[in-house]
């Protein structure tokens, strides 16, 4: 008989919804629950695609004796870290506060007012590795609390007082200079992985954001060293065994540090956020390389997480089933010889094994090796291996396909839309612009009420119940700013407007300029999250930095203008720290520095070949965070239009920084040379 969760829409909290464990979703019912039975609350958190949840669901959570135990002794919460990024930014900090570490499932035991007062992430069925059980874990809180209720009380209440004492003091909100970036560099260089490209050792995350500060910083300073790190870490990952050389796309992380074997499961940050570095190293250096990439990650997106109604789901499961009835991580693109043999002959396997990197002894598990392009001697012949690619690629597909995640979460499908945006602008793939398109469509639609307020998530169709945070605000600007450069209409840079405006009088404190990643109106926790360093994805606190800088240099706001240098404020005081835990915040620093430049393009309409020209050398400029409004002359569409006439009859592009114009120009060699660097 199905729980509670029965009803949720989250994909996650479905996939428990057929537990014995009588499952609540976060609720204040839930809580009252365990006030009414006097019992202390389970919460556990994870997501849909992550791998240990799935082994502690089927170890534990499926059992029925187990299940017994927790369904008289506790009240079971199940929450969806995607859906309430919140709550598990709260309880997350408190069990990293106590632990030193953490991670997904997170097990957490509160008091029936929402106090932590035990934590863990993963338990085993039985004791292994110095690890209790779960049942021990189980036993060993119930009797706590039984017997020793005053102490767990006493616990409880002083972790929240630690947390609330946690507050962030940034020092001033002044946005750091010269010297904070150049000292970031400095740290990043000393963190480097110079054989194997990235920073730090295993396992290793995909960089995303930190390459995009280096890119910048080396568009505005011509630091070569900049350059090369982005670069090498880029050719590195895209070889490796993290990236899908086959469909496109790139894994969680590496379990190595040298990028062969990833953790399988896609999330679409990772590949919206990648795919636009890789669309902007392209745009720094016409690597080869990183436009098939950009392009192939792109096309990666739209062909398997579009969802029905225009959005992209979250992710795909690192697991899958491996042709036995067995879920097994990595089954759907691990390849042994024989396999090869079996879809391409032998003498085209023998191509396929040397160009891929597959080996007899395997680069993962049980003789198999993840496709890699290693560094070779020798040249391949091109068409030959792209016909082998396509092959192995239709002969993937006949295996059981991992899950996927369904879930729209807007935060991310902000980063996607921005990403697809300028991908296909820079490649001249108006497809790609189009499917920035619809899903900026559905968000609007679906995800925004009239007040413009956002929804964190929908799915099928159907808006979530849950608020949007301040990442889903912030990013989703950075997506419409981007599509709204692109596209020449003005209504995209309209709607990022309402969202800052979210921002500035519900997330923004007023008196030290400091971020919160909930709004002031939303539900209280034990305390009022507040993150600005950047881990998978940006942090909001970031995000909306460089949201409120891009907005502002397209409308001249000033309180826009001035939220965004006090916000950077944090990155002053991490910079030079933590570079790589603030790479975004980096980034948004350097256009800051930059200016941003403020481009306008008129001609006598957005038809016009030369002024498409003219546009088209405006997004592909590496000025940091340069803003750029298209449209017809003596046209509304963007506030930088305004009082911009046609010089000598001829589309032409006005380039601005600070209180100072360049004189405009017709020629699009000129106004590249204004924009680079």
């Given amino acids: 008989m199905p729980n509670r969760l029965a009803h949720e829409t989250?994909?996650?909290?479905?996939?428990?919804?057929?537990?014995?464990?009588?499952?609540?979703?976060?609720?204040?019912?839930?809580?009252?629950?365990?006030?009414?039975?006097?019992?202390?609350?389970?919460?556990?958190?994870?997501?849909?695609?992550?791998?240990?949840?799935?082994?502690?669901?089927h170890e534990s959570f499926e059992d029925q004796a187990t299940a017994d135990h927790l369904n008289e002794h506790f009240v079971s919460v199940k929450v969806d870290r995607e859906e309430r990024p919140d709550v598990d930014a709260v309880y997350m900090e408190a069990v990293q506060a106590a632990t030193g570490q953490g991670g997904w499932p997170m097990t957490v035991f509160l008091t029936p007012d929402a106090e932590p007062f035990y934590f863990g992430t993963y338990f085993p069925p039985e004791p292994r590795h110095g690890m209790p059980s779960f049942k021990q874990v189980l036993e060993g809180v119930r009797q706590a609390w039984t017997d020793r209720r005053d102490e767990?009380?006493?616990?409880?209440?002083?972790?929240?007082?630690?947390?609330?004492?946690?507050?962030?003091?940034?020092?001033?909100?002044?946005?750091?200079g010269e010297q904070e970036l150049s000292q970031a560099l400095l740290g990043l260089t000393r963190e480097y992985d110079p054989q194997r490209g990235g920073f730090g050792g295993a396992p290793k995350f995909p960089p995303s954001m930190?390459?995009?500060?280096?890119?910048?910083?080396?568009?505005?300073?011509?630091?070569?060293?900049?350059?090369?790190?982005?670069?090498?870490?880029?050719?590195?990952?895209?070889?490796?065994?993290?990236?899908?050389?086959?469909?496109?796309?790139?894994?969680?992380?590496?379990?190595?540090?040298?990028?062969?074997?990833?953790?399988?499961?896609?999330?679409?940050?990772?590949?919206?956020?990648?795919c636009r570095v890789y669309a902007h190293l392209w745009r720094a250096t016409g690597s080869e390389l990183a436009r098939r990439v950009a392009l192939e990650t792109a096309d990666f997106m739209v062909r398997e997480l579009r969802t029905e109604q225009g959005g992209f789901a979250s992710a795909l499961d690192a697991d899958s089933d491996d042709g036995t009835g067995r879920h097994v991580e990595g089954a759907y693109y691990a390849w042994t010889p024989a396999q090869l043999k079996d879809v391409l002959g032998e003498e085209d396997a023998e191509l396929a094994a040397r160009h891929f990197g597959v080996t007899e002894e395997g680069t993962f598990e049980h003789g198999s090796s993840v496709l890699q392009l290693p560094e070779q001697e020798g040249l391949f012949d091109a068409a030959k291996i792209e016909s082998i690619r396509s092959r192995l690629l239709r002969a993937r597909t006949g295996r059981p396909a991992p899950g996927r995640d369904d879930k729209v979460v807007a935060a991310w499908n902000g980063l996607a839309?921005?990403?697809?945006?300028?991908?296909?602008?820079?490649?001249?793939?108006?497809?790609?612009?189009?499917?920035?398109?619809?899903?900026?469509?559905?968000?609007?639609?679906?995800?925004?009420d009239d007040q413009a307020r956002i929804a964190r998530t929908s799915k099928d169709g159907q808006a979530g119940a849950n608020a949007g945070v301040l990442e889903d605000y912030a990013d989703v600007a950075e997506g419409f700013l981007a599509l709204a450069s692109v596209?020449?209409?003005?209504?995209?840079?309209?709607?990022?407007?309402?969202?800052?405006?979210?921002?500035?009088?519900?997330?923004?404190?007023?008196?030290?300029?400091?971020?919160?990643?909930?709004?002031?109106?939303?539900?209280?926790?034990?305390?009022?999250?507040?993150?600005p360093t950047d881990n998978a994805a940006p942090s909001g606190w970031t995000a909306a930095a460089a949201a409120l800088l891009g907005y502002a240099a397209h409308t001249g706001s000033e309180p826009h203008r001035t939220a965004a240098e006090r916000a950077l404020g944090v990155v002053k005081a991490l910079g030079p720290r933590v570079p790589r835990f603030i790479g975004w915040g980096l980034a948004a620093a350097e256009a800051l520095l930059d200016g941003p430049r403020e481009v306008a393009v008129v001609g006598e309409g957005l038809d016009d070949p030369a002024a498409r020209e003219l546009h088209r050398t405006a997004l592909l400029a590496t000025a940091p965070g340069a803003v750029v409004a298209f449209g017809a002359a003596g046209g509304d569409e963007f506030p930088l239009l305004v009082g911009r006439p046609l010089v000598g009859g001829e589309p032409t592009a006005y380039v601005c920084r600070g209180f100072t114009c360049d004189a405009p120009t017709t020629d699009p060699q000129r106004l590249g040379d204004a924009l680079s660097g």
């Fill in 210 to 274: 930190v390459l995009e500060f280096l890119l910048r910083h080396h568009a505005r300073t011509g630091a070569e060293g900049a350059l090369q790190m982005a670069r090498d870490t880029c050719e590195r990952m895209a070889r490796g065994g993290i990236y899908d050389q086959l469909g496109g796309g790139f894994a969680r992380y590496s379990v190595d540090r040298d990028w062969t074997v990833p953790h399988f499961e896609k999330m679409l940050y990772d590949n919206a956020l990648l």
């Fill in 417 to 448: 839309i921005a990403a697809l945006a300028e991908t296909g602008a820079y490649f001249e793939r108006p497809d790609l612009v189009d499917a920035a398109l619809a899903a900026a469509d559905l968000l609007v639609r679906l995800h925004l």
């Fill in 152 to 176: 767990v009380a006493e616990v409880a209440g002083k972790i929240v007082r630690d947390l609330a004492g946690r507050e962030i003091s940034y020092g001033d909100s002044l946005a750091p």
């Fill in 10 to 57: 989250s994909p996650y909290l479905l996939q428990h919804a057929g537990n014995p464990v009588d499952w609540w979703p976060w609720s204040a019912e839930a809580f009252e629950e365990a006030r009414r039975r006097g019992v202390p609350v389970l919460l556990s958190v994870g997501y849909a695609s992550c791998h240990w949840c799935h082994v502690m669901a």
């Fill in 487 to 531: 596209t020449g209409e003005g209504v995209w840079l309209e709607f990022a407007g309402f969202l800052l405006d979210h921002v500035l009088t519900r997330f923004v404190d007023a008196e030290t300029g400091a971020l919160y990643d909930t709004a002031v109106d939303a539900e209280q926790l034990i305390r009022r999250p507040q993150d």
